[in-house]
Nanobody
Framework: QVQLVESGGGLVQAGGSLRLSCAAS????????MGWFRQAPGKEREFVAA????????YYADSVKGRFTISRDNGKNTVYLQMNSLRPEDTAIYYC???????????????????WGQGTLVTVSS
């Protein structure tokens, strides 16, 4: 079992920045792929960013590329999402997810992940 707890959400003006954190606990002896997804009101959950198990590859949705950066600190069992140049359309609940199954998968897909956090709300005002 892996428990994921997100933090760092809040209210920010357009153009501002936030850094989200996702702390993992439980089965943390092994590295695993991590992802961030978001869900805006009335919309489906969508992929934001992911980092591979070995941390040698990162992936981003086109809508956040160049503005958001995913990173991880394995010593702290934490993954981060640095969000810059925020826009009102970035308003959503942000979820982190972990894939502990072996093997590769398409990390843009929700089905690639085994565990999910409860989410943290990001609100960007115009």
């Amino acid at each position: 079992q892996v428990q994921l707890v997100e933090s760092g959400g809040g209210l920010v003006q357009a153009g501002g920045s936030l850094r989200l954190s996702c702390a993992a606990s439980g089965r943390t002896g092994s590295s695993y792929a991590m992802g961030w997804f978001r869900q805006a009101p009335g919309k489906e959950r969508e992929f934001v960013a992911a980092v591979s198990r070995s941390s040698d590859s990162t992936y981003y949705a086109d809508s956040v590329k160049g503005r958001f950066t995913i990173s991880r600190d394995n010593g702290k069992n934490t993954v981060y999402l640095q969000m810059n140049s925020l826009r009102p359309e970035d308003t959503a609940i942000y979820y982190c997810a972990a894939r502990v199954r072996p093997g590769n998968s398409v990390l843009r897909l929700m089905g690639a992940y085994d565990y999910w956090g409860q989410g943290t709300l990001v609100t960007v005002s115009s």
